[in-house]
């Protein structure tokens, strides 16, 4: 990462601070190139035998549970295990695979009742479908079919009695939240509480999903770089979801191509992602490598929408308000936003300079106008420092509320940046965040030819 070149960003250079002296405005990238991701103080948050314990009542709440948890581990799974001190790694690596690995085993038997519950007899319906699921989502399985018109599907099965298992789960957040109350109130918030219940509840809602699918695949039709498989709206119930099959490469497959080919991936990613919260005031709240695949025509393919949000337009402005104060260092103002927001207690001792520094930790890719390389580390460090408690470096900002209506949000980002550190992709983030951020015209050959092919539509 290069630390030698002077930010040229309209948040910088249309700021005070843009306007000072070449020599001050060098030192000042330098600081904000240190501020990313944070993993040294992460790795000391992580070394603290709290830690250990916070993983074993993670696992003692949620080691019951069957699509939370599953989705609790395939959300864990994207961080860098390594960061966590090599004497209590194992015992992270077991308790994590207890969550990941939770997911209820059912026999073909069982899923072709539900998918003949909502369809009919599979011979009128299929042609042929594979008995062995090709994905194990979290409340369910995908399998290979081909329909009678001769299309090749993917058929998303609803595991049996799944839907009261997880609003079991969801009651159980309850003693989760008792659990962090002491450390991090916004976890014991019952707002935030049924935020999450809700959302993840909503994963149980095929017919919402479907119409959240249908909804993106029109928007992308066409789309010179993504694809968004649609769903074949006849065959979708309440416990099916039959949509166009992807045939791709998978994400890992994608980790090990040249570099200049995960650059142009994780642009693609990132606008996916983050650029459609605040263009289309929509996006997907679930960033996860088994979500993705490179298709056969080159585009990148996204899947499952299960967890797809509407976002009033006000809250987002407000994130983007909050996250330009912070790229032109304008801390007060921040901080100020905050308070009005009701996001931090005045009387709480949290400082300024903590409020700008939180961000920069959590979110400074966005800001920092230099290439970035994000790598697990770099990513792993930021959401420990974003969200884990005993992370002295910011511990005021964790006795704050985090309200409801922006906790899928910041997962979103945090978890995109996670994305794509496992990816380990180059970019000059910032300049792409310009387009929402600013409305900027595109600087990228990627964010052009999008313009071009939105502008023909």
């Not at 699509?67 to 390594?82: C, W």
């Not at 479907?210 to 928007?219: C, H």
Request: hydrophobic share 45%; charged share 25%; with cysteine.
């Amino acid at each position: 990462m290069a630390t030698d070149r002077v930010p040229r960003g309209r948040l910088v250079r249309g700021s005070t601070l843009g306007r000072l002296a070449a020599g001050q405005v060098l030192r000042e990238a330098g600081t904000k190139v240190a501020m990313l991701g944070k993993p040294e103080q992460a790795r000391r948050a992580l070394a603290e035998r709290s830690t250990l314990q916070a993983a074993q009542q993670m696992v003692t709440v949620l080691g019951g549970m069957k699509g939370a948890a599953m989705k609790l581990g395939q959300m864990l799974s994207v961080l860098d295990i390594d960061l966590v001190p090599e004497s209590h790694r194992e015992l992270f690596r077991r308790k994590l695979a207890e969550l990941r690995d939770s997911a209820p085993q059912f026999p073909f038997s069982a899923m072709r009742a539900v998918i003949e519950d909502d369809l009919g007899r599979l011979s009128a319906v299929f042609t042929d479908i594979d008995e062995t699921p090709i994905a194990a989502a979290s409340i369910g399985q995908v399998y290979r079919a081909r329909l009678r018109d001769g299309r090749v599907v993917a058929v998303k099965v609803k595991y049996p009695g799944v839907d009261e298992a997880v609003r079991a789960d969801m009651r159980n957040l309850k003693l989760f939240g008792k659990l962090w109350k002491a450390t991090l109130p916004s976890a014991a918030d019952a707002g935030v509480l049924d935020e999450i219940a809700r959302n993840i509840s909503g994963e149980l809602d095929y017919p919402r999903e479907a119409r959240n699918q249908r909804r993106v695949a029109k928007r992308y039709r066409g789309h010179p770089f993504v694809t968004v498989p649609d769903c074949v709206d006849e065959y979708c119930g309440p416990n099916v979801l039959v949509t166009e099959f992807v045939d791709g490469q998978p994400f890992d497959a994608l980790r090990a191509l040249p570099d200049d080919d995960r650059a142009r991936l994780g642009e693609l990613i990132y606008r996916f992602y983050i650029n459609s919260l605040f263009t289309d005031y929509e996006f997907c709240g679930d960033p996860h490598p088994g979500n993705m695949l490179l298709a056969a025509d080159g585009r990148l393919a996204f899947v499952d929408f299960g967890l797809y949000h509407r976002m009033e337009p006000v809250h987002a402005d407000f994130e983007r308000d909050c996250l330009r104060a912070a790229g032109e260092m304008r801390g007060q103002d921040l901080y100020d936003a905050w308070v009005g927001r009701g996001i931090i207690d005045p009387r709480a001792g949290v400082t300024v300079d903590e409020c700008l520094n939180y961000v920069w930790a959590a979110a400074g890719w966005h800001l920092l106008d230099d290439e970035v390389t994000i790598t697990p580390e770099l990513a792993t460090g930021a959401v420990v420092l974003a969200m884990d408690p005993r992370a002295a470096e910011f511990r005021g900002m964790h006795q704050q509320l985090l309200p409801p209506e922006h906790v899928f949000s910041r997962r979103a980002d945090l978890f995109t940046f996670a994305v794509l550190g496992q990816l380990v992709t180059t970019n000059n983030w910032h300049r792409i965040a310009l387009e929402w951020l600013e409305g900027a015209n595109p600087t990228t050959e990627i964010g052009r030819a999008i313009a071009g092919w939105r502008a023909a539509c």
